[in-house]
């Protein structure tokens, strides 16, 4: 007979959080421009072991505890949102969020392009 008596008769569901993908690629991969590594890593940093829950009735989120370089000038805090309701049994990774990214990467492209753009210029203009 085991220790705990109660593990026998309860069927805890397996731990995992399905990921769909289709909002994070949407919305940080096509829109924000950032990397596949930089999503996995925002995702990695808001489930951390250590994440904090911030529950309301609009959404169920973890936020990461400590702020990251994210490699664009920002400290960010990460933010998973989780998708949560009874019909659904597990957990459903729905969006995360840099929270804190004022510079994305989109924006630094720009500036580069225009960096870019205006050496372009200055090179080929009579002077």
């Known amino acids: 007979m085991p220790s705990e008596p109660h593990r026998r008769y309860r069927r805890w569901p397996t731990p995992e959080i399905v990921v769909i993908g289709k909002h994070i690629h ?4 096509v829109r924000d421009d950032y990397t596949v590594e930089d999503v996995l890593t925002q995702i990695a940093s808001a489930l951390a072991a250590d994440s904090v829950v ?3 009735r609009r ?17 960010v805090r990460d933010r ?4 949560l309701t009874q019909r659904k049994p597990r957990a459903e990774l729905f969006s995360v969020i840099p929270k804190g990214d ?5 924006d630094c492209e720009k500036e580069k392009g225009r960096s870019k753009a205006a050496l372009n210029t200055s090179e ?3 002077g």
Do not use: Q
């Open 80 to 83: 998973a949102i989780l998708e």
């Open 124 to 126: 080929h203009s009579p």
């Open 54 to 56: 911030v529950a309301s």
């Open 102 to 106: 004022a510079n994305k990467p989109s």
């Open 59 to 75: 959404m169920t989120a973890l936020d990461a505890p400590k702020r990251r370089a994210d490699g664009y000038g920002n400290w």
């Open 26 to 29: 949407d919305s940080r991969i």
